[in-house]
């Protein structure tokens, strides 16, 4: 058989391999956007049927066949064997993990949301606590199954963002902490402060139609992809069926609006990988941190710029004129851009979000080494709470409990939020660099130059490159926080008159 064909089954098989996935990623959103109360138990079922169906696929003899083949082959191009070098890493992976593992944690994972979800509305760490731990225990048994026993934070790390590790986000991280918390602090001793209560009774059916409008004008095609409501806002989906997903306060409007763009971000860049390569390292994007800097970018730099709400206002105050009457210009754009240290990290400014996530790395850290006990998280979470952001929760609804991520074992996923902010501010300054005029672009209500340089220079290139290499090859330089310092500090400092 000639290597042609040889790579055309191959891929033809990896392709297949990743349908299941997708099918599963639709299972996950129906989970948590339309199922019935009483078919938890059901769900975990299919999910865990699926992902044994899936495993056995992915594990298949004649998939190792074939890769040894195109391994020893010579004349491959670069993106082929960036293709081959992908799915190495899938197969090694899926081979050694033992069928019955990979379906009892996806069982394990559909049931934990479940858990969790009655855990944060009941107030009720202890009675989720058992889940959590077997969680944890579930994602230390699968590093150890693949070899990184140890090292089982570094896999939980490895397995969002490849090739990035503990003592990497930790030397980042630190370095954005000693440049940030002054600034945290100079805004809040600032005399300038929004409005409270500006912002009340924005109708729910209002606001739908004017986010839709908004990320529409941004990029998201509506024609491969929709929004509906869940408990937390989320994307999933790629190619031509993305899902985003959304939550609605009458008096918090901003949430919903810069939920729905955050999670556009994340659904332009599914959008923007090639559609013949989906499956293929060509065809899947470069890992969490890199799809955080696309979220947090059209979210923040993009979204909550001045040019941009010259271009929205007058449609805001046009769909909701009783509400934004006594509203001044400056006073909206305060309130959109308020830094005030919250409790809840979706409801964090861009400032102190940062924080919100360093206290969520190190608790990480210290669950894997065993220096902290699943039952003293609410503990330990109030004391880096007030360590770090000066304020304690009053329970663990506002606490540990809410966020949703590590009720499907989701661990080592909270970094890349952070890192993605430092990846978004250096994208930034370099697309400023091409086009300095890009707000003004914004202000006509056109993006399309940046989706387009995105498109480009991030999204088509798939996984050929991991984070860190990525942030070299477009920007010319090393991930660093001190872009997203710079970026905080003009924005703010200017605002907040310091």
């Known amino acids: 058989m000639s290597t042609e064909s040889v790579y055309a089954e191959f891929t033809a098989w990896i392709k297949q391999v990743h349908l299941l996935g997708t099918v599963g990623e639709l299972l996950g959103w129906d989970e948590q956007v339309n199922l019935p109360p009483g078919a938890a138990e059901q769900r975990a079922a299919q999910q865990a049927a699926l992902a044994g169906a899936t495993h056995a696929a992915a594990s298949d003899p004649r998939l190792g066949a074939w890769l040894k083949v195109l391994e020893a082959e010579a004349t491959l191009t670069a993106d082929q064997r960036a293709v081959v070098r992908q799915a190495r890493r899938d197969y090694d992976r899926a081979t050694k993990l033992p069928a019955e593992f990979v379906q009892a944690k996806a069982a394990q994972g559909s049931r934990g949301y479940h858990a969790w979800a009655r855990a944060k509305a009941a107030n009720d760490f202890a009675g989720y606590a058992p889940v959590l731990a077997q969680n944890l225990e579930f994602a230390q048994r699968e590093a150890r199954y693949l070899g990184w026993g140890g090292r089982e934070y570094d896999y939980m790390i490895d397995r969002h963002d490849p090739g990035m590790t503990a003592a990497v986000i930790a030397r980042l991280f630190a370095e954005l902490r000693r440049d940030l918390v002054p600034l945290v602090r100079a805004i809040a001793a600032s005399r300038v402060r929004p409005r409270p209560g500006a912002l009340r009774g924005f109708p729910v059916e209002g606001q739908r139609a004017f986010l839709r409008e908004v990320t529409a004008q941004l990029g998201f095609d509506y024609a491969r992809g929709r929004i509906d409501v869940s408990l937390h806002p989320f994307c999933t989906g790629t190619g031509s069926d993305v899902r985003l997903t959304t939550r609605f306060k009458e008096d918090e409007p901003l949430d919903s609006l810069f939920s729905s763009i955050h999670e556009a971000g994340h659904g332009m860049y599914e959008q923007g990988l090639p559609a013949a390569h989906l499956g293929t390292a060509l065809g899947i994007h470069a890992g969490m941190a890199v799809h955080e800097s696309q979220s947090r970018l059209w979210e923040n730099q993009v979204a909550r710029s001045r040019g941009a709400w010259r271009g929205w206002e007058p449609r805001l105050r046009a769909a909701f004129p009783a509400q934004t009457a006594g509203v001044s210009s400056d006073e909206l754009y305060l309130a959109i851009n308020e830094v005030s240290p919250t409790l809840i990290r979706v409801d964090a400014d861009e400032v102190t979000y940062n924080l919100h996530i360093i206290l969520r790395f190190e608790l990480e850290q210290r669950l894997f080494s065993g220096g902290l006990a699943v039952a003293d998280l609410p503990g330990a979470w109030r004391e880096s709470s007030q360590a770090l952001l000066g304020l304690v929760p009053p329970d663990d609804r506002v606490g540990v409990l809410q966020d949703v991520h590590w009720s499907d074992g989701s661990f080592g996923y909270f970094p890349s939020y952070c890192l993605g902010n430092m990846l978004a501010a250096q994208l930034w300054y370099r697309a400023l660099a091409l086009r300095p005029a890009l707000e003004e672009d ?57």
């Open 442 to 498: 914004f202000a006509r209500g056109d993006f399309t130059w940046l989706l387009g340089w995105l498109r480009e220079h991030v999204h088509t290139q798939g996984r050929r490159h991991d984070a860190l290499e990525l942030c070299r090859q477009v920007t010319g330089e090393e991930l660093s926080p001190k872009h997203l310092v710079r970026y905080l500090t003009e924005r703010y400092g200017k605002l907040y008159r310091i």
